[in-house]
């Protein structure tokens, strides 16, 4: 799996967190959701080592937060303008780019505005722009946080992402750790919870041109299955694949989702 290392890119508006493990010639990108706003991936690069090994035996791994000091009002589109930033300063291009949820909404934008970056794309649990379901959850959760409700905040989440055995595995948990990983504030989580009812990049899709899978499932409960079905319609020659029964938290819950990300990345030229 390489060494892995966690790193902090000094950028023009302030500090980025990035973690790197992997020792493939080829690099592959991970950006992660919403969840993101309440913790970054700082001193996470070997619990991710762990859990994407089969990603880092034939890739370079680098995951990627948003940055540190992030205004309210920021979007996705200038979210991945960091982003791109970020890739200069490593050295990295031609990147496989694997965004989730929030995620997903930045990686479009990276394959539209700055398609050097992308050699192929993965689109999860995500979505071309907002809806009624996702803006119930984010006006839902920027409640929560404006009150300092973390726990609620993470319950809901979960309620909203996994199958009935992992939601009661969730719900003992966060009862059992309380308010441990609680950030000292919640403006970053917001303007990122923000972000996503802004983001529309619909009209734009057509001109992705890299080799794209959108994983969606029938069950989501936050971005909606039709909205992975929407954006697959969109790109052209993206491929689809929907996981029946499962939600928003998939990436977690199926076993084959780590498999057939990097079947699709490896096969990509």
Known sequence: MGHPENGRLLMQRGTLDYIRFGGGERTLV???????????????????????RELARD?????????NELAPGTGTREMAGELSEAMDMLGLSGAAVVGVSQGGMIAQWLAIDHPDKVKCLVLTVTTART????????????????????????????????????????????RLLGNVGRPDSFDRFLAEAASCVTH????????????TLVIGGTDDRIATGEASEEIAARIPGARLYMYEGLGHGLYEEAKDFIPRVAAFCRGAR
């Open 131 to 174: 809806n009624p379901t996702l803006q119930g959850c984010i006006d839902r959760w920027s409640e929560m946080a404006r009150r300092g409700d973390y726990q609620g905040i993470m319950l809901d989440t979960a309620e909203r992402s996994y199958s009935p055995k992992r939601v009661r595995q969730a719900r003992l948990a966060y």
């Open 200 to 211: 529309d990049a619909l009209e734009d899709l057509d001109r992705i041109s890299c080799p």
């Open 30 to 52: 991970l950006l992660p959701g919403v969840g993101d706003g309440l913790k970054t991936v700082r001193g996470m690069a070997a619990p991710f080592a762990m859990l994407y």
């Open 59 to 67: 890739f370079t791994v680098y995951a990627f937060s948003r940055g």
